[in-house]
């Protein structure tokens, strides 16, 4: 069942219910407002009346109420009739239309209508010849019954051409509204996987179909951004591979050509093992980064990056000290956030093995952890020759190297830095330092923040020019 459908079948059910509920409303309200002011005038005339006949005789009482039967001013039809517990005095008027049955002794005063509908009876007690009586002056309501009829006629009439009138505006209405969701399904519909360029015509009046657009074309542009990073990253891995596997093949063919000696197959075996290694390690590197994309959701468990820093540190500083480079941790903040121990430890030797690659013998590598407005920030920093200007806007895509880099790594190792920020809620910014060499700053929300905005990747970029 189509939208277009089902607004009409809602809006004929809600417009059918408010068009019966006022029909009925404006009946009664009519027979409310006529039978009111019949009763009034029924109730004020046996008032006066029974004063009157409180204070005569009974031949005076009949001569009374004979000339009470004998107006028309509140109907066509009169009866008037006074009972006492002996029963009838007077009884004057149409005498077909029966009379309400009322004792005597309740003393009731009010309105009453006859079983038909017909007459209303204003009901008066009084003292009549010293005795209790009940006077009941009744009139025709036969012209008010015909009124409400003649009234509830033409609404049975109208109230049906007006919901068929409405429900076909509806339905002219609802088509009208949807197009501009049906041209927007079309012009989606056209847009192919291979054209993600394209983008869908933003409607004249910015309304909810002028918002939905824009929403559209968010997508369309994630995924234009997607499918070219993909394909990037895919012509890219494959171009990394090639050469390293083209090396790989190339010794191997050259050790099969002919008969070598031990020595010079060792020689063979130990290149083929480096480039094998080399394979693996971006093997495992586009693995992680893969395993990032992928995932929705990962285990989040408390991480005291204190500890995590001061073990990492520690772990990677004989490597340092082969190099004849300080690696030191100062400053260690406390701080504890939600995410994976294992992710961030990779993260943190990630950074740390980068700076190893480019500090000279002598230089210094500084890792610091601050914790500053509920975010935790990860700092390392080096005295190495830094970073080209026009490389800072580069140096977290994917196999991108930079001038100092000399072939070295495989070019994945600040992405996967930049991923595991992000995934984490967090931000990653590269800077060189005034006094020389290179600084990494990461930002991470601490333990029960939230994760970081767009507007704070910009002052985590300044805070890493700063520092």
Same mark, same amino acid.
């Given at each position: 069942?189509?939208?277009?459908?089902?607004?009409?079948?809602?809006?004929?059910?809600?417009?059918?219910?408010?068009?019966?509920?006022?029909?009925?409303?404006?009946?009664?309200?009519?027979?409310?407002?006529?039978?009111?002011?019949?009763?009034?005038?029924?109730?004020?005339?046996?008032?006066?009346?029974?004063?009157?006949?409180?204070?005569?005789?009974?031949?005076?009482?009949?001569?009374?109420?004979?000339?009470?039967?004998?107006?028309?001013?509140?109907? !066509?039809a &009169?009866?008037? $009739?006074?009972?006492? +517990?002996?029963?009838?005095? /007077?009884?004057?008027?149409? #005498? =077909?239309?029966?009379?309400?049955?009322?004792?005597?002794?309740?003393?009731?005063?009010?309105?009453?209508?006859?079983?038909?509908?017909r007459?209303?009876?204003?009901?008066?007690?009084?003292?009549?010849?010293?005795?209790?009586?009940?006077?009941?002056?009744?009139?025709?309501?036969?012209?008010?019954?015909?009124?409400?009829?003649?009234?509830?006629?033409?609404?049975?009439?109208?109230?049906?051409?007006?919901?068929?009138?409405?429900?076909?505006g509806?339905?002219?209405?609802?088509?009208?509204?949807?197009?501009?969701?049906?041209?927007?399904?079309?012009?989606?519909?056209a847009?192919?996987?291979?054209?993600?360029?394209?983008?869908?015509?933003?409607?004249?009046?910015?309304?909810?179909?002028?918002?939905?657009?824009?929403?559209?074309?968010?997508?369309?542009?994630? !995924?234009? &951004?997607?499918? $070219?990073?993909?394909? +990037?990253?895919?012509?890219? /891995?494959?171009?990394?591979? #090639? =050469?390293?596997?083209?090396?790989?093949?190339?010794?191997?063919?050259?050790?099969?050509?002919?008969?070598?000696?031990?020595?010079?197959?060792?020689?063979a075996?130990?290149?083929?093992?480096?480039?094998?290694?080399?394979?693996?390690?971006?093997?495992?590197?586009?693995?992680?980064?893969?395993?990032?994309?992928?995932?929705?959701?990962?285990?989040r468990?408390?991480?005291?990056?204190?500890?995590?820093?001061?073990?990492?540190?520690?772990t990677?500083?004989?490597?340092?000290?082969?190099?004849?480079?300080?690696?030191r941790?100062?400053?260690?903040?406390?701080?504890?956030?939600?995410?994976?121990?294992?992710?961030?430890?990779?993260?943190?030797?990630?950074?740390?093995?980068?700076?190893l690659?480019?500090?000279?013998?002598?230089?210094?590598?500084?890792?610091?952890?601050?914790?500053?407005?509920?975010?935790?920030?990860? +700092?390392?920093?080096?005295?190495?020759?830094?970073?080209?200007?026009?490389?800072?806007?580069?140096?977290?895509?994917?196999f991108?190297?930079?001038?100092?880099?000399?072939?070295?790594?495989?070019?994945?190792?600040?992405?996967?830095?930049?991923?595991?920020?992000?995934?984490?809620?967090?931000?990653?910014?590269?800077?060189?330092?005034?006094?020389?060499?290179?600084?990494?700053?990461?930002?991470?929300?601490?333990?029960?923040t939230?994760?970081?905005?767009?507007?704070?990747?910009?002052?985590?970029?300044?805070?890493?020019?700063?520092?």
């Amino acid at each position: 069942m189509s939208i277009r459908l089902r607004l009409t079948i809602y809006w004929a059910l809600v417009l059918g219910a408010i068009l019966l509920i006022a029909a009925l409303a404006a009946l009664k309200l009519f027979e409310r407002e006529q039978y009111g002011a019949l009763n009034a005038a029924l109730l004020e005339e046996a008032d006066t009346s029974a004063h009157e006949l409180s204070t005569v005789d009974q031949p005076r009482a009949a001569a009374l109420l004979r000339g009470l039967s004998l107006e028309r001013d509140l109907g !066509l039809a &009169r009866r008037v $009739v006074l009972v006492t +517990r002996a029963g009838v005095v /007077a009884d004057f008027g149409t #005498r =077909t239309i029966e009379i309400p049955i009322v004792p005597v002794v309740s003393r009731f005063r009010g309105i009453q209508r006859t079983g038909n509908g017909r007459f209303s009876f204003a009901i008066k007690p009084l003292e009549f010849s010293g005795e209790p009586a009940l006077l009941m002056d009744g009139a025709d309501a036969t012209p008010i019954r015909e009124s409400s009829e003649r009234l509830r006629n033409a609404l049975l009439l109208l109230v049906p051409i007006l919901l068929i009138l409405c429900v076909v505006g509806g339905y002219l209405l609802a088509a009208r509204a949807l197009a501009p969701v049906a041209r927007l399904a079309a012009s989606l519909s056209a847009i192919q996987p291979h054209d993600l360029n394209r983008r869908l015509s933003a409607p004249e009046a910015y309304d909810e179909i002028g918002r939905l657009t824009d929403v559209i074309n968010d997508l369309l542009d994630r !995924l234009e &951004r997607a499918s $070219v990073t993909e394909r +990037r990253f895919a012509s890219d /891995a494959a171009h990394e591979l #090639r =050469t390293p596997l083209a090396v790989l093949r190339t010794g191997l063919d050259v050790a099969l050509a002919r008969e070598r000696s031990g020595a010079e197959n060792r020689a063979a075996l130990e290149s083929a093992h480096r480039e094998v290694i080399g394979l693996c390690k971006i093997a495992e590197e586009l693995l992680m980064l893969a395993r990032l994309s992928g995932e929705v959701a990962i285990e989040r468990k408390p991480v005291d990056l204190r500890a995590l820093v001061a073990e990492v540190t520690a772990t990677v500083e004989p490597l340092a000290t082969a190099k004849n480079i300080e690696l030191r941790s100062t400053d260690l903040a406390a701080a504890v956030i939600d995410g994976s121990a294992a992710h961030l430890r990779r993260l943190l030797i990630n950074l740390i093995d980068n700076a190893l690659k480019f500090t000279p013998p002598g230089g210094k590598i500084e890792v610091g952890l601050a914790s500053i407005d509920g975010r935790a920030l990860l +700092r390392v920093a080096d005295t190495g020759p830094g970073i080209e200007p026009a490389e800072l806007a580069l140096v977290f895509e994917r196999f991108f190297r930079g001038a100092h880099a000399g072939g070295e790594g495989s070019g994945l190792g600040l992405s996967l830095c930049r991923e595991i920020a992000r995934y984490h809620g967090g931000q990653i910014a590269a800077a060189n330092r005034p006094s020389g060499g290179a600084v990494f700053v990461v930002k991470l929300p601490l333990r029960g923040t939230r994760a970081l905005q767009p507007s704070e990747s910009a002052k985590l970029s300044e805070s890493a020019h700063v520092a």
